[in-house]
Structures are given as structure tokens and as C-alpha cells.
């Protein structure tokens, strides 16, 4: 089975090919359909290939693929599979089926050329997952901007090129702090006499990284270095305020089927990163910062949902709500224990769907009218019933109702900081401190439920509800092809709400991984303040946590 | 008999396929003579439509799955008079998600609360669909109204046979949702898309502090280690299960400090004085008055809202245990909304607003009986106010939809001699809600007085008046309506007997349900036997035979004080012995303030618009300006005079290259200089 893993990632880029090398048909029409007709089969087979890698042998089985490139600087060809990876995949291979029909009715020019950056996109997309040698996935991560870059320029609204390039630029700047992050861990696993062939190897660096959180000879505040320089620049993809302007400009210039794929799949990198990196490599750091993490989720969930509301385009509302949401990610790490674990993923998932069905309404109402502005649309529910039906179930996800997908999510995060014992204060270098615990943080979080249903539901009642208007006169309902992509959308959002366990057991096993990372984590910070409690506590404490594993 | 109790699980999900199949059939393609029949607002190709899409399919979906719950109502109702105090609760769990240690479970529990809401919701509810199907019988979407009143079921149901709060609070949002979705079901109205959005927010406002409620719950008992012990012995058993954990609170409550107890208390009654709209949380529901009248009736008189009262019920032992704080709250909150919810009545003129905040002022009642320990005086009359509250609004829905539409009061009078059916069972309605000549609601409400007067005399007080005020205001309303000369333009219809049949079901209970009940009548245990027997009943602050002594009392002053209502509202608004004007003239400060809603509505708006979107408007300009300038400035810094950027601009993928190469160089430099180092 481990050989379709490479197939897996290879495929897209050979597909990236052929559509750049294909003959033209010289009837346009003829043309258009036979290239969206091919995209789709190269989406059906993704997902076919990924479903069979994630169900083929039974949910949560761990694969990988390892093959030697350029032994001599320590690189190798890894690829891997874990419940984490298996469910983002599903999720990418999903998303690029529906963001390529909803191309059908978005894109209209130059459709070669766009789908063979498309499928780039998804093949740097599915190796950022599926990598399991570090500078691989330094590779595709930078890779996968390319596309977007392009995709954004040439397919975009009129603001496109600045948007672009600041998506770049954006993302340059933080890939500065993951290159410092890996090259210190590099020379780390050097120093220490790891071998030189696998040097970027997951499996070694994950042991170096338990090393360097362990050996008194390495300075304490390594690994506190190396966390954030992943945390900085997955920091940026999540996006995490004040890191965030480049995503509201890059979702309102982007096409909508990019929109999809940007909230839907490529701000998961930022969070998979986070989990995959910074916290299961340096859980200790992870629990070390978590009080500010909490502190910066509370300002991404409440801060950003604020400026969502006084959105007066919605493309830029439902991107800042995306900014909003992901800051439930950082919470439900923040309150680090096995239920935030799961909530992070949950949530990732489910926002995954939700924007994506939310880009797509959006987009929808942008092909008819050509107008973001919420001030041009009133009353459209009378004229696309369909479409707003869709619109309102997604709404609805979105606000947390439960029973759809985000509820699970949402209300696990929040659970999981009442649970947690994360942290009681969060402490300002010497200068005193917040005296906000890991709770305290959660139960202001929760002003983003109300602030997220506000948001959501002003937006369904000035655009779909009251008297139509002018503009929305003539306004078509869904075609065919959107109905499929919203269909599809909704199908998941429904029965993944009411049957959350079905989406939890495909990543239990990396919840596992992860939560016993941070038990270890939790038992030699024990240890390391031990010392300054009472004599009777240090040896009972040194004793217990000597015989853990 | 016994299948029935063993599948109660059933119960939600008979309307939930309803509303499945009624959206299937609404999503299936249309032939094209039912696109050109809505684009005209009626349904004469109702024969060509596939199956699913027809109208009598959607009603027959929705009144069978109704019809279905009654059934498994009546059998449970069969199964708690078969109990003499043994078996005093059924529960069953399947778990729904695990994520850590956390399991979340989702379950049915059968007690007498269950069976009592559960033959209200559905005996209510089975007949107001009757009645919908005369109502709306014109409205082209007619199919999507059952569906969202099947919707409405379905969660309505599942939070009625909840066995845990976490499950509770799940559908305790979906009955707003489809609060929300009902509200607005004309959204094409402005005011209907206004209300329907201010009822889900108050609500979320209300389900915030609720939620917070339960998140501190779980965590200190979660943290402290009691769950990890407790499911180990019961693994059966949900988080936060009102059977098995509810009963300990009190035990478990001596650990915590008695302000946080006070605070996890107000803040789980945060969301009943969202849904049963107790001030200052009631906003939403006068306005929730432009969904259509059959939805007032069954979710914003009789069900939904009472809700609230229902869930101060469930986590009884929970608020009962904080004696000092939030007991006292929930009393005082009541009798604020009870006040403030009849002095407003009295200055609508709308019908249907009238009868709202007749509504609002009777969860008052019932709120500050349970904030007072008469838990069963409470349940009580949140059973009798079901029927005689659902009466009146289907009666006034009658008269709407008899006079066009018309809703203001000023434009009826006389109704009587057309609508003999409508004004009679309104009639008993009125009198029901006055508390008068031993009909349901005198039993119900002089239960909750008599618990006042036991406890505090100001409360009882305050209440009484209120009842007297309740007398004055509904009597005002019969008498605007139903007698006088008629004063309207609109042509006045006949009575559908499809919708005067279900008042004349109403009107039974409405009239006798109280005697039947009040353990005075043919041998029949009272109300509050099936009520308290089992755990609760150590939880009822006051001994029966104690609040029987009282309520001899207080049954005979409250007659005086109703009727007191009732005379004067016979002298303004009947006789016109008194001109209503100059009552406006002398009272004109209290008459401006009622008129006003008490300045709520204005107060809110200017919150919200002046500090609350304000806020919102601030972040914004600071993510634009602030943060988005300091990224602007520093990509021009870096290019020096800016000419860099204008040249990485040209959006060539070679410039691009470059940048990953030379990226990709430092790398490799930085490498090796850290090797050396190292």
C-alpha cells in the first residue's frame, strides 16, 4: 500500500503537465468542456487513490514511503500517512473536485494554463501533508506559493496584483523563521551524531527534538527558539492576528474556486504545521508558551469577529470570520490536553467545509451581479431560493448550531479549556501578570459565539431577506454545477454534525500521538520545578516522574 | 404499551424524517406548471407535482409524526400512574462523540417532567397543525411551513426527553433556529427579517451565559476528578445527567465557594431568561409576534418559551443549592418580568403584542415560582397556561385571519355575533388566564401565590396586583374585540371550522384541567403528586399540607382581585364609563413609560449602536490603518524607495524564482556557518 503514497502526491503534478502540454481543441466550447471533464477525472481519481490510503487497510493505519534523493546533503524522498494526514488529504482531494466544478460557471479564460496551476496547488498542498522529511515539506510549502501567486494574478479581481504579492511577501517572511527553526534543528541533529543520509528525516528529527527537550547539556530555551521560529511562520498560513492582512485582500481579489481551496485547504497547512511541528516535536515549549498562545486566540477569535461585523463586502466578512475561526484552533491547543487535540482537527475540518460552501454562495452571487458590496443585495432569497438555502444551512454551521459540523468542533474547544489545567495566569517577562487562566481565556472566547452569529445572521438578512433589489432583480438561481458543489458541501456538513464520532476515529490515532507527547511534556516540567518545592514533594515527584516512560 | 416507553427515542425522530422528506420533496425538480403557479401565489398544479412535493403529503408528514409522539405521550402518561412510587425514572445514553476523556452522550429520560411536556408539546402541537392547515391554507409555502413546524418538533422534543444539560444545550439551540426560521418565514417583510434575526441574537446572548454555565459546571467537576470516578462506577451514565448527577449537586456544591455555586446558577438561568423572555432578555419575543399566529401560539405562548421554566425544572437541586444568590435572582427576575410584562400588555393595541406580553408576564409567574422552591406551583402553571395561552393565540389568529389581516384592536369590536366560536373559547381563555371561577389557570396561579405568601408578603404583593393587572388587560382585550360595535373597514369572513375545531379542544383543558389535577376532584392525586414523587421531592422547599393551608387563603382574595380586574375593564373599555383618554391624561408618566416598553428596546439600540458596533468599527479602522500600515510600511522600507516592489509587481514567475533561490542560497550559507560554529 505504501507505494500509492507517492503516486498520491505525483499524480497532480502529472496531471499539472498534461494540461500545460495539451494540444488546444480549436472550438472553444468543445475545448472548455473536454478541460473541465479531465480535471474532474484527475479529482475522482485523487480522491479514490486517497480514500483507498485511508481506508484501504483500516481507518488509522500509519503508512510511509522512504526513499534516499541526495543522501550526501540528507534528503530523502518521504512520504507518510497518519490519521492527521489521511483526514486533511481526504479533505484536500474532496476540496479540489468541488473548487474544479465550481471552475465550470467562475472561470472563464485561459483554462489550460489555470488548471495546470491548479493541479500544481494541490500537489504542493498534498506533499506539505503527506512529507516526511522535513526540507520536503520546506519545499513544497514554498511551492504551493507559485501557483497561488499566479492563480491569484492572472484569474483575479482588480486589486489582484497587490493582493498577491502580498500573500508572498506575507508568506516569505515567515518561511525565514521555519528555515531558521529547521536549520538549527539540523545542526542540532548533527551535533549530537544522529546520521547524516535521513538528516531531515520526521521519525530522527522528532527524536532530536525529544533530545534537545531532555539533555541538560542543550540550553534550556532551544527548543523554545526553534518552537517559535514554526510557530511564526504557520503563524502566518493560519493566519494568527497581528499576522492576518494578507488573507482578507487575498480572499476578495482571489477567483472563487480559489477562495475555496485557500480557506478550505491552505490554511490548514498553518494549523497542521503547528500540530505537526511545534507542538508533538516541543510539546514542553508548547506547554511553556500556551498562556500566550490562549492570549492570541482570544484576540484572533474576538478581535477579528468584531471587524467581521462592520464588513461592508463579503468576501472580507466570511474571510475575516475565517481568521475568527481559526483562532479556535490555537484555544483548543492552547488548553493542551488529548480533548483540545481533537477539537484542533475537529475544527479544521469543519471550517474546511463551511468556508468553502460559504466562498462558493458567495462567489455565486459575485458571478451574477459582479458586485461584494452586501449594500447592493436585498431580498435575494426570493430570487434564488436554492442558493439560499444552502447559504443559510452554512450560515448556520458556521454560527455553531449543533448538529451541523462546526458545533463539535466549537464546543469541544471549549470544553477542553474548562477541562484543561494548562494554565492559571499568563505571566509579562518579570513584570508582573494577567491573572486570566486557561478558563478565564476560554469563557471570553465565547463572546466570539455570540459575535459569530451576529455577524452571519446580519449578513443573511440584509442580503437574502426584505423586498428585492434593484440589482437582484434578475438574478438567476444555482445551475446545476453549484447545486453539485453546495450538494456535496452540505451532505458532509450535515452528517459529519449529527455523527462526529465518524470524522474523530479517522485522526484518533494522531490524537493519541500527540496528547502522550504532552503527557511526557507535563511530567518533566513536574520534574524540572520540583526542586523549588518542599524537600518531601522533590523526591516523591523525582520518583514518579522517573517512572514514566 | 411497554414498546412505546422502550423506543421514546422515537419521539424526535418521527418529525425529523418529516422534515427530511418534506425538504426532499421541495429540493426534487418541479414540471414547469408549478414554477408558473408560485410565481402567482397559488397552487392549482398541486396535481402535478411529484408526491413529496404536494401539500397534503407535508401535512399528513408532519400531524402523523406528531400524531406518532402523542401516542408515545399518552402511553408514558399510561406507564407514571402505573408507578406508586417505584420506578421513578427511565434513562438510556448512546454516546455521540468522544474526544480525550470527554464523552458526550445523547439520551432519552422518562419522569414525570418528560411525560408532562412531552403530552403538552405534543397534544398542543398536533393541534395547532389542524388549525395551520385552515390558516395557511392560501400561503404558497405551505409545504415549507410544516416542514419547519416539524423541525420545530424535532428539537423541541429531543430537549424535552434530554437526559443531560450538554444535551439539552444542543437542542435548546436548534428551537431557536427554528424559532428563528418561523419568525421569519415572511422574510420578504422587513420587521419579520428584524424580529426573526433579534430573537436568535437575544437568544445567543441569553445561550452565552448558559453555555458558560455549563463549561464551569463540567470543569470544576471535571478537573477535580469526581467524573473520572463516578463513570467509572456508572459508565452508563451522560456528563452532567439530570438523573444521576443533578441529585448530588447539593452534596458536591459544599466543595465549591458559594458565590462561584451563585454564579454557575445565573448563569444556566442566563439562558432561561433568553428563551422564557424574562428582563432584560424579553425583547425578542414581542417582536417575534410577526411570525404567523399559529407559530405564536405553539413555540411563543405554549412549548418553546416555556422552555426556560422547564430547565430551571431539570437543574432544580442545581439552583435550589445556592439559597442566598441564585435563588433570590430568579425570584426577583421574575417578578420584574412579571410586572413589567403586564403594565405593557395594558397599553398594546395590537392584538397579538398583547397577548405576547401577557405571555412574557405569565413566565414571570412561573419563574419566580421556581425561584421560590414551588417547584410543582411552577410546572403547574406552565402546564395550564400551554392550553389556554395556545387558545387565545389561535383565537386571535382566528379573528386576524376573519378580518384580513387586521391586528389592531382599535379596528375590531362586535366580533362576537360572527365569531361565536372564536369569541367563546377566547372568553374562557380570559377568564383561564384571569384565574377566574375555578378554571385551569385559578389553580395553577394561586398555587404560585400561595408559595409567594408563605415566603415574602411583598412578593405576594407585587403578584397579586399583577394578577389583578392581568385580569384588567386580558378582559380589555375581549372586550376591544369581541364586544361593542364592529369599528374596521376590512370585511369580516366566517369561521373556518377547521380552525374552531381545535379551539374547541382547547377550551377543555383550558377549563378543567386545573380541577382535575388540583387533587381535590374525583379522588385524583393532584399536579404536584406525579410531579415531585421520586428525588425531588426532598428538594421542594415546602411541605403540602402547608401550602394547601395557605392556598385556602390566598384562593378566595385572588377571586376578589380578578374579578376586580375584570369589573374594570367592563367600566373602561366595556360600559365606557371612563374615558380611556383622560386615564392617559392623569397617568401620563407610568402611561408614556408602559407605552414606551419601559424604554428597553431604546435603550438596547443605543448600546448596540453606540458602543457595541462602534467597538466593531474601531477594530476595523485599526486593522486597516494600524496593522495593515505597518505591514504596508515595512514592505516599503525594505524596498528602499519602493521601486523593488513595484518591479516584483510585474508579477513575472521568474522574479519569483529568484526570491526562492536566493532563499533556498541563505539557507544553505546559514547552514554552513552554523556548522562550523557547531
Not at chain 2, 148 to 162: E, K, Q, R
Not at chain 2, 449 to 454: I, N, S, Y
Given at each position: 500500500m505504501e507505494f500509492l503514497l507517492p503516486i498520491l502526491v505525483g499524480l497532480p503534478f502529472l496531471a499539472s503537465g498534461v494540461f500545460a502540454l495539451m494540444p488546444t481543441n480549436p472550438n472553444p466550447e468543445a475545448d472548455a468542456k473536454q478541460l473541465h471533464w479531465l480535471a474532474g477525472i484527475v479529482s475522482v481519481v485523487l480522491m479514490g487513490v486517497a480514500s483507498v490510503l485511508a481506508f484501504g487497510q483500516g481507518v488509522g493505519t500509519n503508512l510511509t514511503w522512504v526513499q534516499p534523493w541526495l543522501p550526501k546533503f540528507g534528503l530523502s524522498l518521504a512520504f507518510g500517512q497518519d490519521g492527521l494526514t489521511a483526514t486533511l488529504v481526504l479533505l484536500t482531494t474532496l476540496l479540489s473536485l468541488l473548487a474544479g466544478i465550481a471552475s465550470i460557471t467562475t472561470i472563464g479564460k485561459r483554462l489550460k494554463l489555470y488548471y495546470s496551476l491548479f493541479f500544481l496547488l494541490i500537489g504542493s498542498v498534498l506533499g506539505v501533508f503527506m512529507a516526511r522529511d522535513l526540507f520536503l515539506f520546506f519545499l513544497f510549502f514554498e511551492l504551493e506559493l507559485i501557483p497561488m501567486y499566479l492563480l491569484i494574478t492572472i484569474w483575479g479581481g482588480p486589486r489582484r496584483d497587490y493582493a498577491a504579492m502580498k500573500f508572498v511577501l506575507y508568506t516569505l517572511a515567515g518561511s525565514i523563521f521555519l528555515v531558521a527553526s529547521i536549520l538549527v534543528l539540523a545542526s542540532i541533529s548533527k551535533g549530537i551524531g544522529a546520521p547524516d543520509q535521513t538528516l531531515f528525516l520526521f521519525s530522527q528529527l522528532k527524536q532530536v527534538a525529544s533530545v534537545i527537550a531532555t539533555n541538560p547539556q542543550i540550553e534550556f530555551y532551544t527548543q523554545i527558539f526553534i518552537f517559535l521560529g514554526f510557530f511564526i511562520a504557520f503563524s502566518v498560513k493560519l493566519p494568527v492576528v497581528p499576522l492576518h492582512t494578507w488573507l482578507p485582500d487575498a480572499h476578495v481579489e482571489a477567483p472563487t474556486p480559489i477562495s475555496m481551496l485557500l480557506a478550505g485547504i491552505l490554511l490548514?497547512?498553518?494549523?497542521?504545521?503547528?500540530?505537526?511541528?511545534?507542538?508533538?516535536?516541543?510539546?514542553?515549549?508548547?506547554?511553556?508558551?500556551?498562556?500566550?498562545?490562549?492570549?492570541?486566540?482570544?484576540?484572533?477569535?474576538?478581535?477579528?469577529?468584531?471587524?467581521?461585523?462592520?464588513?461592508?463586502?463579503?468576501?472580507?466578512?466570511?474571510?475575516?470570520?475565517?481568521?475568527?475561526?481559526?483562532?479556535?484552533?490555537?484555544?483548543?491547543?492552547?488548553?493542551?490536553?488529548?480533548?483540545?487535540?481533537?477539537?484542533?482537527?475537529?475544527?479544521?475540518?469543519?471550517?474546511?467545509?463551511?468556508?468553502?460552501?460559504?466562498?462558493?454562495?458567495?462567489?455565486?452571487?459575485?458571478?451574477?451581479?459582479?458586485?461584494?458590496?452586501?449594500?447592493?443585495?436585498?431580498?435575494?432569497?426570493?430570487?434564488?431560493?436554492?442558493?439560499?438555502?444552502?447559504?443559510?444551512?452554512?450560515?448556520?454551521?458556521?454560527?455553531?448550531?449543533?448538529?451541523?459540523?462546526?458545533?463539535?468542533?466549537?464546543?469541544?474547544?471549549?470544553?477542553?479549556?474548562?477541562?484543561?489545567?494548562?494554565?492559571?495566569?499568563?505571566?509579562?517577562?518579570?513584570?508582573?501578570?494577567?491573572?486570566?487562566?486557561?478558563?478565564?481565556?476560554?469563557?471570553?472566547?465565547?463572546?466570539?459565539?455570540?459575535?459569530?452569529?451576529?455577524?452571519?445572521?446580519?449578513?443573511?438578512?440584509?442580503?437574502?431577506?426584505?423586498?428585492?433589489?434593484?440589482?437582484?432583480?434578475?438574478?438567476?438561481?444555482?445551475?446545476?454545477?453549484?447545486?453539485?458543489?453546495?450538494?456535496?458541501?452540505?451532505?458532509?456538513?450535515?452528517?459529519?454534525?449529527?455523527?462526529?464520532?465518524?470524522?474523530?476515529?479517522?485522526?484518533?490515532?494522531?490524537?493519541?500521538?500527540?496528547?502522550?507527547?504532552?503527557?511526557?511534556?507535563?511530567?518533566?516540567?513536574?520534574?524540572?520545578?520540583?526542586?523549588?518545592?518542599?524537600?518531601?514533594?522533590?523526591?516523591?515527584?523525582?520518583?514518579?516522574?522517573?517512572?514514566?516512560? | 404499551m411497554d414498546w412505546f416507553i422502550q423506543t421514546l427515542w422515537l419521539v424526535p425522530i418521527y418529525p425529523l424524517v418529516a422534515f427530511l422528506l418534506i425538504s426532499l420533496g421541495r429540493a426534487l425538480p418541479k414540471p414547469l406548471a408549478y414554477d408558473a403557479s408560485e410565481g402567482h401565489g397559488h397552487t392549482d398544479a398541486s396535481e402535478a407535482l411529484p408526491l413529496l412535493a404536494k401539500k397534503e403529503v407535508a401535512f399528513a408528514l408532519t400531524s402523523g409524526a406528531t400524531l406518532m409522539g402523542l401516542v408515545h405521550a399518552i402511553a408514558s402518561i399510561g406507564w407514571l400512574f402505573n408507578q406508586h412510587n417505584g420506578v421513578v425514572a427511565i434513562e438510556k445514553n448512546w454516546q455521540w462523540l468522544q474526544a480525550g476523556d470527554l464523552v458526550l452522550k445523547l439520551g432519552t429520560l422518562l419522569d414525570a417532567n418528560?411525560?408532562?411536556?412531552?403530552?403538552?408539546?405534543?397534544?398542543?402541537?398536533?393541534?395547532?397543525?389542524?388549525?395551520?392547515?385552515?390558516?395557511?391554507?392560501?400561503?404558497?409555502?405551505?409545504?415549507?411551513?410544516?416542514?419547519?413546524?416539524?423541525?420545530?418538533?424535532?428539537?423541541?422534543?429531543?430537549?424535552?426527553?434530554?437526559?443531560?444539560?450538554?444535551?439539552?444545550?444542543?437542542?435548546?439551540?436548534?428551537?431557536?433556529?427554528?424559532?428563528?426560521?418561523?419568525?421569519?418565514?415572511?422574510?420578504?417583510?422587513?420587521?419579520?427579517?428584524?424580529?426573526?434575526?433579534?430573537?436568535?441574537?437575544?437568544?445567543?446572548?441569553?445561550d452565552f451565559g448558559f453555555l458558560l454555565g455549563i463549561l464551569l459546571l463540567l470543569g470544576i467537576t471535571f478537573t477535580s476528578g469526581f467524573w473520572h470516578d463516578y463513570l467509572s462506577i456508572n459508565p452508563d451514565q451522560a456528563l452532567l445527567s439530570f438523573q444521576g448527577f443533578m441529585p448530588m449537586v447539593g452534596a458536591l456544591a459544599k466543595g465549591i465557594p458559594a458565590w462561584l455555586l451563585g454564579l454557575i446558577g445565573i448563569l444556566v438561568f442566563m439562558g432561561s431568561m433568553a428563551k422564557s423572555a424574562q428582563v432584560p432578555l424579553h425583547t425578542w419575543l414581542p417582536d417575534a409576534m410577526e411570525g404567523p399566529?399559529?407559530?405564536?401560539?405553539?413555540?411563543?405562548?405554549?412549548?418553546?418559551?416555556?422552555?426556560?421554566?422547564?430547565?430551571?425544572?431539570?437543574?432544580?437541586?442545581?439552583?435550589?443549592?445556592?439559597?442566598?444568590?441564585?435563588?433570590?435572582?430568579?425570584?426577583?427576575?421574575?417578578?420584574?418580568?412579571?410586572?413589567?410584562?403586564?403594565?405593557?400588555?395594558?397599553?398594546?393595541?395590537?392584538?397579538?403584542?398583547?397577548?405576547?406580553?401577557?405571555?412574557?408576564?405569565?413566565?414571570?409567574?412561573?419563574?419566580?415560582?421556581?425561584?421560590?422552591?414551588?417547584?410543582?406551583?411552577?410546572?403547574?402553571?406552565?402546564?395550564?397556561?400551554?392550553?389556554?395561552?395556545?387558545?387565545?393565540?389561535?383565537?386571535?389568529?382566528?379573528?386576524?385571519?376573519?378580518?384580513?389581516?387586521?391586528?389592531?384592536?382599535?379596528?375590531?369590536?362586535?366580533?362576537?355575533?360572527?365569531?361565536?366560536?372564536?369569541?367563546?373559547?377566547?372568553?374562557?381563555?380570559?377568564?383561564?388566564?384571569?384565574?377566574?371561577?375555578?378554571?385551569?389557570?385559578?389553580?395553577?396561579?394561586?398555587?404560585?401565590?400561595?408559595?409567594?405568601?408563605?415566603?415574602?408578603?411583598?412578593?405576594?404583593?407585587?403578584?397579586?396586583?399583577?394578577?389583578?393587572?392581568?385580569?384588567?388587560?386580558?378582559?380589555?382585550?375581549?372586550?376591544?374585540?369581541?364586544?361593542?360595535?364592529?369599528?374596521?373597514?376590512?370585511?369580516?369572513?366566517?369561521?373556518?371550522?377547521?380552525?374552531?375545531?381545535?379551539?374547541?379542544?382547547?377550551?377543555?383543558?383550558?377549563?378543567?384541567?386545573?380541577?382535575l389535577l388540583s387533587g381535590f376532584a374525583f379522588g385524583l392525586p393532584a399536579f404536584g403528586h406525579y410531579i415531585t414523587h421520586g428525588l425531588m421531592s426532598e428538594l421542594s422547599h415546602h411541605p403540602h399540607s402547608l401550602l394547601d393551608a395557605m392556598f385556602n387563603k390566598v384562593g378566595n382574595a385572588s377571586q376578589m382581585v380578578g374579578l376586580t380586574g375584570l369589573v374594570l375593564a367592563f367600566a373602561v373599555y366595556g360600559m365606557k364609563l371612563i374615558n380611556t383618554d383622560t386615564v392617559k391624561r392623569v397617568l401620563a408618566w407610568p402611561y408614556e413609560l408602559f407605552r414606551n416598553k419601559w424604554f428597553f428596546d431604546d435603550v438596547y439600540q443605543g448600546l448596540v449602536e453606540g458602543g457595541f458596533m462602534l467597538i466593531a468599527q474601531m477594530s476595523s479602522t485599526f486593522d486597516k490603518v494600524v496593522i495593515d500600515g505597518v505591514v504596508n510600511g515595512v514592505g516599503c522600507i525594505t524596498s528602499g524607495t519602493g521601486g523593488l516592489i513595484r518591479r516584483l509587481q510585474t508579477g513575472r514567475i521568474q522574479t519569483y524564482v529568484t526570491v526562492l533561490g536566493l532563499s533556498v542560497l541563505a539557507l544553505v550559507v546559514t547552514y554552513q556557518v552554523l556548522m562550523v560554529k557547531g
Open positions: 490548514k497547512m498553518g494549523a497542521y504545521g503547528l500540530l505537526r511541528f511545534a507542538f508533538e516535536w516541543f510539546p514542553l515549549a508548547g506547554k511553556l508558551l500556551s498562556p500566550y498562545i490562549g492570549l492570541l486566540a482570544l484576540i484572533n477569535i474576538v478581535y477579528t469577529a468584531a471587524i467581521a461585523l462592520v464588513q461592508t463586502d463579503m468576501k472580507k466578512l466570511i474571510a475575516y470570520s475565517s481568521v475568527s475561526h481559526m483562532g479556535f484552533i490555537l484555544l483548543a491547543l492552547a488548553a493542551y490536553n488529548a480533548t483540545g487535540i481533537t477539537a484542533a482537527i475537529f475544527v479544521m475540518v469543519a471550517h474546511g467545509l463551511v468556508s468553502a460552501a460559504l466562498f462558493m454562495g458567495v462567489g455565486t452571487l459575485y458571478g451574477r451581479t459582479h458586485s461584494r458590496e452586501i449594500a447592493v443585495y436585498s431580498g435575494v432569497a426570493q430570487k434564488t431560493p436554492v442558493l439560499f438555502y444552502f447559504f443559510l444551512l452554512m450560515s448556520m454551521s458556521s454560527l455553531g448550531l449543533p448538529l451541523l459540523v462546526s458545533f463539535a468542533g466549537e464546543s469541544l474547544t471549549f470544553y477542553s479549556g474548562f477541562i484543561s489545567h494548562s494554565f492559571n495566569f499568563i505571566p509579562l517577562f518579570g513584570y508582573g501578570a494577567i491573572h486570566l487562566s486557561i478558563g478565564g481565556v476560554t469563557a471570553l472566547s465565547a463572546i466570539g459565539v455570540v459575535l459569530g452569529a451576529a455577524y452571519m445572521l446580519w449578513l443573511v438578512k440584509r442580503v437574502f431577506f426584505g423586498p428585492v433589489s434593484e440589482a437582484c432583480q434578475q438574478l438567476k438561481d444555482a445551475t446545476r454545477s453549484e447545486v453539485l458543489v453546495l450538494g456535496v458541501l452540505s451532505m458532509f456538513v450535515i452528517g459529519l454534525g449529527f455523527f462526529p464520532s465518524l470524522l474523530t476515529a479517522q485522526f484518533a490515532d494522531s490524537t493519541t500521538a500527540i496528547a502522550s507527547q504532552f503527557t511526557q511534556a507535563e511530567a518533566q516540567l513536574q520534574k524540572l520545578t520540583a526542586p523549588s518545592q518542599a524537600a518531601v514533594a522533590l523526591s516523591d515527584s523525582a520518583s514518579i516522574s522517573s517512572n514514566q516512560p | 418528560t411525560v408532562m411536556m412531552l403530552f403538552v408539546v405534543t397534544f398542543i402541537s398536533l393541534f395547532i397543525q389542524i388549525y395551520t392547515h385552515g390558516y395557511m391554507n392560501h400561503d404558497k409555502g405551505y409545504a415549507k411551513f410544516f416542514g419547519y413546524l416539524a423541525l420545530f418538533n424535532f428539537s423541541m422534543l429531543g430537549l424535552v426527553l434530554s437526559s443531560n444539560l450538554i444535551q439539552t444545550y444542543m437542542f435548546w439551540e436548534l428551537v431557536g433556529v427554528s424559532s428563528y426560521l418561523l419568525i421569519g418565514f415572511w422574510f420578504h417583510k422587513p420587521a419579520a427579517a428584524a424580529a426573526s434575526m433579534k430573537a436568535f441574537l437575544v437568544n445567543r446572548v441569553g399566529t399559529p407559530i405564536s401560539a405553539l413555540i411563543h405562548a405554549a412549548t418553546m418559551v416555556a422552555a426556560g421554566v422547564y430547565l430551571i425544572a431539570r437543574v432544580f437541586p442545581l439552583v435550589a443549592a445556592s439559597t442566598d444568590i441564585t435563588m433570590p435572582f430568579i425570584t426577583i427576575i421574575g417578578v420584574i418580568t412579571a410586572i413589567v410584562g403586564a403594565t405593557i400588555a395594558v397599553t398594546q393595541t395590537d392584538i397579538k403584542k398583547a397577548l405576547a406580553y401577557s405571555t412574557m408576564s405569565q413566565l414571570g409567574f412561573m419563574v419566580t415560582a421556581m425561584g421560590l422552591g414551588a417547584y410543582t406551583a411552577g410546572l403547574f402553571h406552565l402546564f395550564t397556561h400551554a392550553f389556554f395561552k395556545a387558545m387565545l393565540f389561535l383565537g386571535s389568529g382566528s379573528v386576524i385571519h376573519a378580518c384580513e389581516g387586521e391586528q389592531d384592536m382599535r379596528k375590531m369590536g362586535g366580533l362576537l355575533k360572527k365569531l361565536p366560536v372564536t369569541g367563546i373559547t377566547y372568553l374562557i381563555g380570559t377568564v383561564a388566564i384571569s384565574g377566574l371561577f375555578w378554571t385551569s389557570g385559578f389553580w395553577s396561579k394561586d398555587e404560585i401565590l400561595a408559595a409567594a405568601a408563605h415566603q415574602h408578603p411583598v412578593i405576594y404583593i407585587l403578584l397579586s396586583a399583577t394578577a389583578g393587572l392581568t385580569s384588567f388587560y386580558m378582559f380589555r382585550t375581549f372586550f376591544m374585540t369581541f364586544m361593542g360595535t364592529y369599528r374596521g373597514e376590512a370585511h369580516v369572513h366566517k369561521e373556518d371550522p377547521v380552525m374552531t375545531a381545535p379551539l374547541a379542544v382547547l377550551a377543555v383543558p383550558s377549563l378543567l384541567i386545573g380541577v
